[in-house]
DNA sequence: TTGTATGCGTTATCAT
DNA sequence: ATGATAACGCATACAA
């Protein structure tokens, strides 16, 4: 039922191929035929097929995002609706649309092949890829216009991504200049580049400050509540005094195994977190983390790659996104007397 | 560069016509030369261009995917992810694509001018949607195949929902079968029809028991971490036995509050949640809560939809998704003492 | 059972 | 500056 660009001309007088030309932008129109046809545009609200469009030109307009839920407990974390709600974002403001695929193991393969061949497709985004994942390389032959939300240590992409070491670095500085000594860490999946960079960070501050490293003192928590919850259950142990908690969801579940230990935070063990995840559950005490602008890296992504597609380049961008320490704001009574905790 | 029907059908020694009815399951080929063909396919791996396959027969097998963002709070809450995960999920099971919309209302009357027109979408999910939102009405004009996650209580549309009203009710009615006579609600987003039904739920229990109805104990918390903590702050100062909190989301900001005025769950008050978020974040003490399966009901609205659009049936469907009413699971010492908390 | 020919709505090339 | 026309890759009506 949609009207096509025939119908348009037909109402506003003209052939086909102007009221192409007045779409496209194309400067071969005189102004006042550009005005006319525009003005039929505007009325009905004119869409183009974009069926028809992408099979002429290969402009869709559409970027695939991947997001590989191998581990399903990972979907639970808000990071990932932060993330395509900002590439959503971006891609609504810039005129793209989103295919979107939480991939799962059993059609990864499948997937892959029709994200490269069904011709829709101008560029893809895909985040927190496992590092031995083969997906990646599929992308890397397949010389499609792509962009990693989190860097790869090995492969010559273009990626999105924060400084995790530096950040984890100083996010266990600033329980060193705290006078903290005994210092543990609760780290994300170290299958995840984000998880083996913090934790690299957390290791360079020990070095840094001459703090003495011991095994017992890191617990992998793999990113998810029950993971925090299990780990410090098994540092609480150890009587660290302080923990670097690689996500503020883990920092939850640390939260709650601290609690039916009846442990003070931050009197009997202090943390630090990563992700500010704030926006969606504060905590009581509050607590010190690595703020990272989720929905902010989505817009950023989005962007570059859409960029990456409309000029058609080749070179490989690297986009590094800033992080801060900050003190998670929270109401009631414990805001003003936690420097940490 | 990808490969097409002409290709697959150079290679085969047949024509492109037989090797489309191969792809399309057209019984009217001979079995050798199936086999034939559908072996070159899977060796190559081929994928129809889909842009060419929908221009041509408005088959694109994708279905758009809308879920209102207005209040972006909101989609902290576990329950989108997961929705779009079981939506995900079956589409890939059935060899669909997702295009995803978290609709900003800056650009949603460009948005469902795309979805209608754009001659790609065949279906549409949405979830969430405010009652008074007129995107509804746009859907139902445009006669194109689309499923409501949430009932509609005026519009006679395809919907999947749990029944809210009778789930509520019976939380409700839990805790007045545990001698619980004073009783508090958090409400949800009064504006959607999932928290107006919790809500109503609520009065019927409330009715049902002939315990009095108290406007001082009626709390809205429109469904966020923050919603739930200021509510139950305000509900303190009344009293209650216990709470009825429409969303577990709200719990976790609820028990924020009780943990900061000390007072004991469920000695002190009693909670009773809704959503079951367990698989994000544990509670301390364990909750009873409404479970949904929350990606299940994402599988069933996917496959509903898609029936819908392969037989281009205009009945429309009421899918109602049973709940139950759980002890969530939680590791620790409170088990086994929590009954109800 | 198979092959040939047409057209979907758009962009792009070529005339004018 | 504008219009006519030829693709794009596929499904399908029609011919054989």
Redesign the interface.
């Known amino acids: 039922m ?1 009207l096509t660009l025939e119908d348009i001309a037909r109402l506003s007088g003209v052939s086909r191929s102007t009221v192409s030309r007045v779409i496209n932008h194309d400067p071969n129109v005189s102004e006042t035929t550009r005005q006319k046809v525009q003005e039929v545009l505007d009325q009905i ?11 002429v030109s290969g402009k ?1 307009n ?1 970027i695939g ?1 991947v997001i590989p ?1 191998n581990v ?2 990972i ?4 990071y ?3 993330l ?2 900002g590439i ?2 971006s891609c ?2 810039l005129g793209y ?8 193991p059993e ?1 990864e393969h499948r ?1 892959i ?2 994200i ?5 497709i101008e560029g893809v985004i895909i985040a927190s890829v496992p590092l031995r994942d083969s997906i990646v390389n599929s992308l890397v032959d397949s010389h499609i216009h792509f962009l990693m939300v989190g860097r790869h240590p090995l492969l010559d992409v273009s990626y999105l991504d924060v400084d995790n070491v530096q950040a984890a670095r100083n996010a266990v500085m600033h329980l060193v200049h705290l006078g903290y000594k005994r210092i543990a860490t609760i780290t994300g999946d170290l299958d995840q580049i984000s998880g083996a960079d913090r934790f690299q960070g957390y290791l360079n501050a020990l070095r840094e400050a001459k703090l003495p490293f011991s095994q017992l003192l890191i617990a992998e928590g793999n990113y998810s ?2 993971g925090g ?2 780990a410090m259950q098994r540092l609480i142990k150890q009587k660290p005094e302080a923990v670097f908690i690689a996500s503020d ?1 883990m920092v ?2 640390a939260m ?2 601290l ?2 230990a009846d442990l003070r935070i931050p009197e009997d063990i202090a943390l630090v977190g990563f992700d500010d ?1 704030s ?6 005490p509050p607590l010190t983390t690595v703020r990272q602008p989720i929905s902010k890296m989505g817009n950023l992504a989005a962007e570059a790659l859409i960029e990456m597609i409309e000029t058609d380049s080749t070179e490989k961008k690297r986009i590094i996104v800033d992080t801060e320490l900050v003190v998670r704001q929270s ?4 805001l003003s007397g936690a420097a940490v905790n």
Chains 1, 2 share one sequence.
């Open positions: 949609p609200g004119f869409q183009p097929n974009l069926a028809a469009k992408g099979l869709t559409i995002v839920t399903i407990k979907f639970s974390d808000p990932f609706p932060l395509l709600q959503s974002a609504n403001a649309f989103v295919m979107l695929w939480l991939s799962e059609y997937m092949s029709q490269l061949h069904n011709g829709l509540e029950e919850y299990k969801m939850y579940g709650r195994a609690r039916e995840l926006n969606s559950a504060k905590t009581n109401c009631g009574a414990y």
